[in-house]
């Protein structure tokens, strides 16, 4: 078994498009991040293309990310050498002829693009596109980010409790859920590669005065539809609608950073309320994620188990269990998450 914090087994999981940061964070200074245990300097080109390569300086290994960008170039802070887009050392100032440079004088560089406010980073060639979320991209919707949400836990544990359906009532009491009305609806899952699709129509909690974030008018138990798409490894899209012309697009995805870290991204879409300030909403999925973050850290094995033995699994849970089998089965499952047995 590997140790904490390093991942094992993930050759599929480094050819998926991962977020590591919202691209508004990403302006004219490198930035660090880390991804599947492997540390990482983001940065912008001379035309704001993002860029991403190994925060390691081939020279003596300092963080490339304490640099700079001069032109279209990353400076590294200890001893001047430049580095291009491709990773390649372009220039050593200590020699007489800085542009003499030897072929093995350069890092890693990965392939990053911007998309729904966000900086995704792939490994290795991707297997698959980010989905596809034209809500976020036509410019009619209101548009709200929420996070980063840094968490103690490896990166499905996130995506589970973001999908679980029987936790709402109890850990997000008139916010979410309602402990009068906990049934969980009958729902079915269906896999299509990838992607795990499924809906439920389920009661929910009134519209909170502290965050009136949702939509439902009707008088007496609200019900709110929500429409799922899982995009394996780690992002959700969630379309929710009241039966009326309203709808919200929850666009969210998760970090592995490490086999025991996860940072959670949130954009919102909606087509209402759009006089209303970005912190009601903001301050709404703090709230929420801050319940959640006590529960899932405190989950033993930290890891998912994605041997579905190692865990009580009920016709509510179909989602989990789906999860773990495709995971399992894309090969996208850490190795030392398998094989763990019921006691």
């Not at 170039?73 to 001047?80: D, M, R, T």
């Not at 973001?162 to 049934?183: K, Q, S, Y």
């Not at 709110?224 to 929710?240: A, D, G």
Request: aromatic share 10%; net charge negative.
């Amino acid at each position: 078994m590997s140790s904490p914090g390093v991942f094992a087994n993930l050759t599929a999981q480094r050819a998926c498009w991962h977020p590591v940061a919202f691209a508004s964070e990403i302006t004219d200074r490198p930035a660090h991040a880390d991804l599947l245990g492997e540390p990482l300097v983001v940065w912008r080109g001379a035309d704001g293309t993002p860029r991403a390569m190994s925060d390691l300086c081939v020279h003596r290994g300092t963080a490339l990310s304490l640099g700079w960008v001069k032109g279209d170039e990353l400076v590294c802070a200890y001893h001047g050498w430049r580095y291009g887009a491709d990773g390649r050392c372009t220039a050593i100032p200590q020699k007489e002829d800085p542009a003499a440079v030897p072929a093995k004088a350069r890092v890693a560089a990965y392939r990053a693009q911007e998309r729904y406010g966000l900086i995704w980073v792939a490994l290795d060639e991707p297997r698959w596109p980010l989905p596809e979320v034209p809500e976020l991209e036509d410019g009619e919707w209101i548009i709200v980010p929420a996070g980063p949400y840094r968490w103690r836990c490896d990166a499905a544990r996130q995506v589970e409790n973001f999908t679980d359906f029987g936790h709402f009532p109890w850990v997000h009491p008139g916010l979410l859920g309602d402990p009068e009305r906990p049934v969980v609806p009958p729902y079915q899952v269906e896999t299509d590669g990838h992607v795990l699709r499924y809906q439920i129509v389920r009661p929910e909690a009134p519209n909170s005065d502290d965050f009136p974030v949702f939509a439902n008018e009707q008088a007496g138990p609200p019900e709110r539809r929500s429409r799922y798409e899982l995009h394996l490894p780690y992002t959700i899209v969630l379309r929710l609608g009241w039966g009326g012309q309203r709808g919200m697009v929850y666009f969210f995805a998760s970090q592995p950073v490490a086999a025991d870290q996860c940072v959670g991204y949130v954009v919102i879409g909606r087509n209402y309320n759009t006089d209303q300030p970005d912190r009601v909403i903001q301050e709404f999925e703090d709230t929420i994620f801050g319940q959640d973050q006590v529960v899932v850290e405190s989950q033993r094995p930290e890891r998912v188990p994605f041997d579905l033995a190692a865990e009580l699994h009920l016709k509510f849970d179909a989602v989990a269990v789906a999860y773990r089998k495709t995971m399992r089965d894309l090969g996208l499952a850490a190795s030392d998450a398998i094989g763990i047995t019921a006691k």
